[in-house]
């Protein structure tokens, strides 16, 4: 493989940047009008996984200058206890922003809890409301991932109106508010999925291919048009010749990268986004709760 430096898409370094961007908005926002957002997330019970993501948060939180609120409930909690405590954050004003950790235990209805979450509140952007704003083209928190997929596309190509994206991938959390936000840029989106006939055909297509399956290097090298915008969201663990699980994408990256005009890897590509468009949307949904417009924090506030 012969990595053109160009080509691969730092998202390391480009969530470094936005996190240092959000940073000087809090700054200007605390001094100008007084208000520190604050972000609550919640976590019911101790996986592991989701310990380490949660602890990363809280860290990434206050490192931007916000309060970062903790609630940490027992594994058996039931569905009602961990509703009110959703309502408790809901008429918090020092809370801003409520993320409910997921999985959740199989005892708890996660689509009632996200819909009890207060939508000005959703950081996610899993609330039903949010995903009807969202796709029906106006103004809504936009779930993580998808958000910073669109911003380093935006970074890379500036205006994206005409390009033919295909996503391939249909779940609520990416694909979908993925298509949106594309449709949302004037691009001429197709949402393609394992059913889909003739994917590969499909997926040459596309000037934009955003890759969202879970299957590990799906998508091979001679699907992609050549000089194609690459965004590959898959993190699976696989088996290495050593015997040690190593992480890869949706996509063959050794062969992608000689093809495409630009591509993720992974890890170092839309993974360390999330948390960082988490704090974008903190910023956001404050700015919106005081009637602040966001743009009069700084440039390129979003």
């Known amino acids: 493989m012969t990595e053109r430096a160009e080509v691969r898409i730092d998202g390391k370094a480009f969530a470094e940047r936005v996190r240092a961007r959000v940073a000087e908005q809090v700054a200007v926002l605390r001094g100008r009008h007084g208000i520190v957002p604050g972000l ?31 609630i940490r409930l027992p594994a058996d909690t039931d569905e009602a206890t961990l509703l ?3 309502n408790d954050l809901n008429g918090d004003r020092r809370v801003n922003g409520i993320l409910v950790q997921l999985p959740l235990p199989s005892q708890i209805d996660t689509e009632r809890v996200i819909a009890a979450i207060d939508p000005a509140k959703d950081v996610d952007g899993f609330h039903p409301i949010n995903v009807g704003r969202l796709m029906s083209g106006g103004e809504a928190l936009v779930p993580c991932t998808p958000l910073g997929c669109m911003m380093m596309l935006q970074d890379r190509l500036g ?34 999925h394992s059913r889909t006939r003739d994917l590969p055909g499909v997926c040459r297509r596309a000037d934009i291919l955003v890759a969202a399956t879970g299957r590990p290097e799906m998508i091979r090298g001679d699907w ?24 890869v994408g949706d996509v063959a990256y050794a062969e992608a990268v000689e093809v495409a005009g630009g591509i993720t ?9 999330t948390i960082a468009c988490l704090l974008q949307n903190t910023l956001t949904a404050t700015c919106r709760q005081h009637g602040i417009d966001p743009a009069d924090l700084g440039a390129g506030s979003g």
């Open 40 to 70: 609550a997330v919640v976590l019911v019970g101790d996986d592991p996984a989701s310990e380490i993501y949660v602890r990363n948060k809280g860290k990434q939180t206050e490192a931007a200058g916000m309060q970062s609120l903790q």
């Open 84 to 86: 009110a405590a959703v």
């Open 159 to 192: 205006d994206l109106g005409g390009l033919e994206a295909v996503v391939v991938g249909r779940s609520n959390i990416v694909g979908k508010p993925m298509a949106a936000l594309l449709l949302k840029a004037n691009c001429t989106v197709t949402v393609a």
């Open 224 to 247: 992609i048009k050549p000089g194609a915008m690459v965004i590959d969201v898959g993190i699976n663990r696989i088996a290495g010749a050593d015997g040690k699980n190593r992480l």
């Open 265 to 273: 890897p992974v890890p170092g590509g839309v993974g360390p986004m």
